[in-house]
């Protein structure tokens, strides 16, 4: 036993030096002005909206954020934005303690948005000038500001690799005209939680876009068209619609937060590998403030855990994560998982 703990606390220690990413965001300025206290609450909001799922306008709105929340900003940077886009800002990036962030929002009663997002594969169109329409291409302008505002937002996604053969059977137009066979495709071969399908129109004096947002294949497409000047505005506004649709209804209402000692085991941990796995994710988990191990042996870890949520809400957000598996099995106000490979 000496020796698992030994070996636990140095995964306690790897675990710590992984920051969770919803714990780090970003927000575009302008690379002619220093660093200035409203570049640091642009990103801190930026932060706060990737956590809680509400859009930056609205958390703007509040009266949530002020100046102590720059004391959980670890460090911060710019990133400098690709020369060929042509774009004279940078971006400017925060990086919180997610602990602390966590419990300054539900003593202001911010709801927080659990990380196991769904997962959305994009296929994206561009429609030129001259009428001709392709596949994006990899590392085009529209795909670079795409996956920047979906990332920044939360949002775990993957683009359509238009040299993948087992849809080129497709065609640009099969996007454009939001196919069924096309999403049933896609649902078939990368089985995403959510499908999204885009048109990005390029003008003269600017773009449009036609987006339909598929939850299953057999759904119905929420559809979203909307003209605009500047392409990373343009598509931060798609990237937050889509914010809003997969965050509501997956809130936990900072009501629900409290201060709860859990009795947890984890069966079927097999290997250090797993191990560290699953301690990394168990530190980088909201809804846990601290846990230590009490036992192991025979491919189970017991745990003592202080966590934010009920059993209940415990178990349910755990599972829907995917690394555990809620067995209910009701043994001595214990709750048991099974570790999922």
Known sequence: MKNVIYLLCLLATTAVAQLDNLNAAATLVDQQNPQDN?????????????????????????????????????????????????????????????????????DRNVPLWPPNRPDLFIWLVEEQEDGSLSHAQQNSAAEYWLNKVLTNKGIEHQFYNSMDADLLQFKPEDVSYLNPDLVNKVYLDYQPDQVLLIKLRHFRSGYSYRAGLFESADSDAHIENRQFVSLPEGLDFLA???????????????????DFTLAVTINDISDASAMLVLWRYLHNQPLIKNFQATAYGQKSLQLQVNARVDSDTFAKVLTKDGLLQHMPLGINNRIVFSWQP
């Open 38 to 106: 409203a570049q640091m609450m642009a990103a801190l909001t930026a932060v706060i909206s990737k956590k809680s799922g509400l859009s930056e306008a609205e958390i703007a709105q509040q009266s949530w954020l002020d100046a102590s929340f720059k004391d959980v900003i670890l460090r911060h940077y710019y990133e400098q934005i690709p020369a060929n886009l042509e774009y004279s800002g940078l971006w400017f990036h925060v990086v919180t303690d997610g602990a602390k962030l966590n419990q300054m929002l539900i």
């Open 240 to 258: 937050t619609s889509i914010q809003q649709k997969l965050a509501d209804g997956q809130r936990i209402d900072a009501g629900e937060f409290g």
